[in-house]
DNA sequence: TTTAATGCAAAAGATTTGCAACATG
DNA sequence: CATGTTGCAAATCTTTTGCATTAAA
């Protein structure tokens, strides 16, 4: 799913604030590597992220990639997805969704659902640190998979 | 967190009836790799499931560690968690519990929550494929990350 | 102008694979 | 005995790092 042009700007100009607040600076690289992950409604990994950046910026070097992708995770900007079997994958959709996840290809679903968003958190939970964010994450085989048997 | 004696012996017994089934044959290695994952609380991965087999088995290879792992998964006997910047991790801990994940050094913390055990799941999510486990993972900073800036 | 960020090339790490020898059912 | 599994070594793939150059504030 690709991201409404609305959506990017609002997400972009989100950027561009985090960043001045962090005290990091604004780069061409950075503004198009985080709006190639922004605007992506999948969940892709470096790899991916670089090949879609080279398109705009045939310079972009993919150790940019690596160092910005994870500067944008240590800011809040986007987050790691731990996909079985796959490389580190990321995502810069931060509202309420959750994922189903196929444990033999690693395939990754999101979902949204009502019922799942506010989600009682136990006590004992921030007295390991300071949540952020909670999510629901459904495990089993996908139709493809099963069927492969 | 060490597992107790007897839930590791329930395991490797179910372990060996699920080989079986399976049609996968019963090998030493496969059974002190499933040991191991079996009776450490934790979530190791394979370099440490590698050296803690050694010890009882020195001439076990790091390669047939990594592909009894994933066999694992294939069967459903463990599963994989992808923790931030880290390598893929295994468990073999199936029954409900949660997870804390800091997303700046990617520790994760289980937690075990009445509340979040019993989760209703969207109809939608049927229809990906077949359902095998719910669980909560909540993300934030842990309160070393916190408390480092 | 000062400091941080980039690109390059090389290193380091993690994971997988081909194959001959071996163990299991 | 037939077949699947192992250990080894090498290959592959992913991610990180050092450093001189360049660009942002």
Redesign the interface.
Known sequence: MKIGKREVERRIQHFQDVCKDAGVKLTHQRLEIFREVAQTGDHPDAEKVFQGVRKRMPTVSLDTVYRTL?ML??V?LI???????ER?RFDANLSDHHH?V???CGKM?D?A?D??DD????D??NT????????????????K??SRQ
């Not at 989600?119 to 136990?122: D, I, R, V, Y």
């Open positions: 994870w995770n240590d809040g987050r790691t997805i731990g996909a079985s079997r580190t189903f196929c444990r033999k679903i979902f659902a019922s799942l989600l009682h958190t136990p004992v939970v390991y640190g300071l949540i952020e964010s909670t999510h629901v994450e459904i495990r089993g085989v996908c139709h998979c099963a």
